[in-house]
């Protein structure tokens, strides 16, 4: 995707041989870079936010154990760096799959051709989620235009949370086949939901759709159900930080809200992802571990002010405590479809099956 007419992946590897990544914890309010130099750099990184969406995560844990073989490359030091790396986010499935991948890339392998395998492995990890993501918007595109015709107006479409180019490295998963309606001349809206506790939608997304030029608007979360009421809201899409071989979803926490209010009102509810999302070893979704983060991003704002400055804020009373979960599951049964890079099929075991009949082999 562009910004300000240039082209940028979320994460790149430099000449020197360390990983460029967009901080994303500096949005929307400022575009910067930060260059991450060893293993414990990517692990920061994820944990804290400067990259996050469950793709990216995985591509950055991927380039980190490339940086961890470049300081060693003893089984030993990748099998620690392995460890620290998988332990900063529970969640999102992509980690463990990436991980996996660049440890089954380095078996067998002389200590001195590591280095290059690692990166190449990296490098190849990127370029299969872009285009994965890719092909996501083409067959996220047949769905959206098939509405469109029907609606023969503006269509109305809500999302939840980030699931464009800055959760992935590039296009996105959930917003891929926004971009490319948008692109063939589909009059199309968003509603992006503002996403708290850490507002992803409201600082990413529309950070995101503007820079596009895809029209949107920023709603409070409580209000989607509101809309869908009225008519407003003609298809829900979202990302997925790990989905079940059933076909549950487990995303940025209120998407379950979200699609209980869209079955209520007959609007469809669709998640997009790719391959490396699903968690083939686990039926049911209430058996997906749920990240907890820090009551400070619950009892926190951070904010530009009137006079430019950014600051933080606490708007919690100080003697309450909070509780920050990050994601919820929305079981299979309200789900109308997932899109994946190999198609749109039912939310279900038969119906991933059909799509992956290798059972999600890399």
């Known amino acids: 995707m562009k910004i300000s007419g240039a082209h940028y992946r979320t994460i790149w590897p430099t000449s020197g041989g360390t990983v460029r990544v967009i901080d994303q914890s500096r949005l929307p309010f400022e575009f910067a870079t930060i260059d991450l130099d060893t293993f414990a750099d990517a692990a920061h990184a994820i944990r804290n936010m400067i990259v996050r969406g469950a793709p990216l995560i995985g591509a950055t844990a991927a380039y980190g154990m490339a940086l961890a073989v470049r300081s060693n490359a003893s089984d030993m030091y990748i099998d620690e760096a392995a460890q620290i790396l998988q332990a900063t986010r529970p969640t999102a499935n992509n980690l463990a799959w990436a991980l996996r991948r660049m440890r089954g890339a380095l078996a067998g392998v002389a200590l001195k051709e590591r280095v290059d395998a690692a990166y190449r492995e990296a490098a190849a990890i990127c370029d299969t989620d872009v285009e994965q993501c890719r092909s ?108 079940t071989a059933g076909g549950d979803v487990c995303n940025k926490v209120g ?91 039912p939310a279900s075991r038969s119906g991933l099956r059909k799509l992956y009949p290798d059972r999600g082999a890399a």
């Open 255 to 345: 998407t379950y809200l979200k699609a209980l209010a869209a079955l209520d009102n007959g609007v469809p509810f669709y998640a997009a992802f790719p391959l490396g999302t699903i968690d083939w070893s686990l039926e049911q979704g209430r058996d997906i571990p749920i990240e907890e983060r820090s009551a400070v991003e619950l009892t926190h704002v951070t904010g530009r002010t009137s006079a430019g400055a950014i600051e933080t804020v606490r708007v919690v009373p100080e003697a309450s405590p909070a509780l920050n979960l990050a994601f919820d599951v929305t079981p299979s049964r309200l789900v109308t479809a997932l899109i994946t890079e190999r198609g749109v099929c």
């Open 136 to 243: 996501i918007g083409v067959h996220g595109l047949g769905v959206i235009q098939a509405l469109a015709n029907t609606a023969g107006r503006t269509l109305n479409i809500l999302t939840h949370c980030n699931a464009g180019w800055l959760a992935t490295v590039d296009w996105g998963t959930a917003l891929s086949p926004i971009y490319m309606a948008h692109d063939a001349g589909h009059r199309v809206h968003i509603w992006v939901d503002e996403t708290r506790p850490r507002n992803q939608g409201a600082s990413l997304t529309a950070f995101e759709l503007g820079a596009h030029g895809v029209p949107h608007t920023v709603i409070a979360d409580n209000l989607g159900g509101h809309l869908m009421q009225q008519g407003r809201v003609d298809m829900v899409i979202v990302g997925s930080d790990r989905t």
